[in-house]
């Protein structure tokens, strides 16, 4: 049986950009794959791409077994989508809508009534079911949004930025929601910018970079990849010596920004005692002192190993 997505040199191509450059990956039976990036990498082409709604420019996405470009429509009888932008009627119901959907799906009515109460009731608006969703809150709108998504009991969901920009509550219900299909069989695609989401959620993560897959592995690895080096930000109270810096024990890199010092290091805590005898040694005195967190960013760029300025 062939895996349920499979990309093979998928590419797209805007005017002279190239925003999906031979992208290759397959998601697995049963396992929710995390496609992380950051904004403007590509993983909303790669996501349409893959559902039908636009034709790629190079590469072949089968899903489910079938062609997207040339039998989509097959397929998207048994997927379901939550695309980037919401994409329910405002000035109707969230019942409405799913009644909507379900005709769409060609569910017989006390199928879709059956299914509608029980995710409505998963995801917390059943009693808010006869509002229009005008009235709903980003949050509740994207609840929704899912719920039109599961009607018909897809075996494969694509998610494109589920949780983004959503309150504490909606998160927490749809992330729950999510593992539960999962632990009872549906396949799951799901896009992020959020390192930390795919690292709870997912079983296997591929990092997408300007177009381009850079990494594909399990979430611990990747995490693990990041998290041997750190970041120190020092200032001082007048000129030290650079290389004086950059000889401290634990110290990889080092580079000036301004008044500041961005350091690289393989032991926070270290360095934090060796950045203060170095600078009593120097007669000077620490004015700022950070360890800021790698950008996602950043934690690509190492993962890849390009280098660093
Ligand atoms: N319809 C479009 N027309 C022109 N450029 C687009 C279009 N859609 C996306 N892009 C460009 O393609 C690149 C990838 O965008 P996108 O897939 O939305 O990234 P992501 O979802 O990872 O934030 C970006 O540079 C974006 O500006
Ligand atoms: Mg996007």
Redo the contacts with the bound molecule.
């Keep these: 049986m062939p895996d349920p997505i499979e990309a093979r040199d998928l590419t797209?191509v805007?005017?002279g950009?190239t925003?999906?450059d031979r992208v290759s990956f397959s998601v697995r039976q049963g396992e929710i794959f995390g496609f992380l990036?950051?904004?403007?990498?590509?993983?909303?082409?790669?996501?349409?791409m893959l559902t039908g709604v636009i034709p790629s420019d190079g590469g072949t996405a089968h899903v489910l077994g079938y062609d997207m470009r040339t039998d989509p429509v097959r397929a998207k009888q048994r997927f379901g989508v939550v695309p980037?932008t919401a994409n329910a009627y405002t000035d109707l119901s969230a019942w409405q809508n799913l009644m909507l959907m379900g005709e769409l799906y060609g569910l017989a009515r006390t199928r879709a009534e059956a299914r509608a109460a029980d995710l409505l009731g998963a995801l917390g608006l059943l009693e808010r079911k006869g509002q229009k969703v005008q009235a709903y809150s980003k949050g509740m709108k994207q609840r929704l949004i899912l719920a039109m998504a599961l009607l018909h009991e897809p075996e494969l969901l694509f998610l494109?930025?589920p949780t983004s920009g959503l309150d504490v509550q909606s998160t927490h219900l749809i992330l729950d929601l999510l593992r539960d299909l999962n632990r009872a069989g549906t396949t799951i695609f799901l896009?992020t910018?959020n390192m930390e989401e795919a690292n709870r959620l997912c079983d296997r993560v591929g990092i997408?970079r300007s177009?381009r897959i850079v990494a594909i592995d399990a979430p611990e690895k990747l995490k693990s990849a990041i998290e041997r080096v750190h970041r120190v930000e020092v200032s001082f109270d007048r000129e030290v010596s650079g290389d004086g810096l950059a000889a401290l024990e634990t110290v990889l890199l080092t580079a000036r920004e301004g008044d500041k010092w961005q350091l690289v290091v393989e032991d926070t805590d270290a360095a934090v005692r060796a950045l203060t005898a170095f600078a009593r040694g120097q007669g000077a005195a620490i004015v700022t002192l950070n360890t800021p967190a790698p950008s996602l960013d950043e934690a690509f760029l190492r993962l890849t190993g390009e280098a660093e300025p």
């Design positions: 797209k805007f005017g950009t925003a999906v990036g950051p904004n403007g990498a590509g993983k909303t082409t790669t996501t349409r980037e494109d930025e896009t910018h997408i177009g």
